[in-house]
């Protein structure tokens, strides 16, 4: 158990529609970070912050979008969602903004129908 | 532009085989940090082990060794005496600069290599 939570699990949706997937990190982490695990892309990093402030972004499209909240926990938006959305999305968590060991969470499985 | 390869997609062995998996990185950064995660059937990634460009000693941790060599740009990581359990994908990354964000950095993943291990 890395100490990052996700929620939820697995999601099921329709084209078209919005979603938020939820992202606690490991106690002390300022740093989250998001990727998405698709068959064709591999593993591609989305997007990163650090004490709430967005302080990178990799290969995210502008339908996505994330925040993190004074608490520290993360939540990516994704919206009018198509069919090539459908992945895995793991959140990741660090102590330092650089990557050093990022400990990821178990991923939240997206199926867009 | 940062790159990370692991040219094998898929390798199968019997059970207490070693099995090393290749991984060569590209990057313009002269410093720079490796990292190799495991994702097992279940599908969380777990961290193995951060090797930094100024460090290029191997490092053994039980039955996984790692082999650094600069001057090949290779990160190369064994199992020795290889069990059902060490099933799963490993990948390879690399600390590399953001698209953007003055200072920040992202992991660059490989495609990974899928390990069957045999009864």
């Known amino acids: 158990d890395s100490g990052v939570t996700q929620t939820p699990k697995h999601l099921i949706t329709a084209t078209g529609q919005r979603v938020t997937l939820r992202c606690s990190p490991r106690?002390?982490?300022?740093?989250v970070y998001w990727y998405q695990q698709s068959l064709d892309q591999g593993l591609q990093f989305l997007i990163q912050y650090y004490n709430g402030e967005e302080r990178a972004k990799g290969n995210i499209l502008e339908r996505f979008s994330a925040q993190q909240f004074p608490d520290l926990h993360s939540e990516l938006n994704l919206s009018s969602l198509e069919l090539g959305d459908s992945a895995l999305y793991f959140c990741?968590?660090?102590?330092?903004?650089?990557?050093?060991?990022?400990?990821f969470g178990p991923g939240t499985r997206l199926t867009v129908t | 532009a940062q790159k990370v390869t692991q040219a094998q997609t898929e390798i199968s062995v019997v059970e207490k085989e070693d099995v090393t998996l290749d991984c060569v990185y590209e990057t313009r950064d002269t410093t720079y940090y490796l990292f190799w995660y495991k994702q097992p059937p279940s599908g969380e990634l777990v961290f193995l082990i951060r090797?930094?460009?100024?460090?290029?000693q191997n490092e053994i941790s039980g039955r996984y060794s790692w082999n650094f060599q600069k001057s090949t740009s290779s990160f190369n990581f064994t199992i020795t005496a290889s069990q059902v359990v060490d099933s799963a994908v490993y990948f390879c990354a690399l600390r590399a600069r953001a698209h953007s964000g003055a200072g920040s950095y992202q992991l660059t993943f490989g495609k990974g290599t899928k390990l069957s291990v045999i009864p």
């Open positions: 106690s002390g982490d300022l740093s």
């Open positions: 090797r930094n460009s100024f460090d290029e």
């Open positions: 990741a968590s660090s102590a330092l903004t650089g990557s050093y060991e990022q400990y």
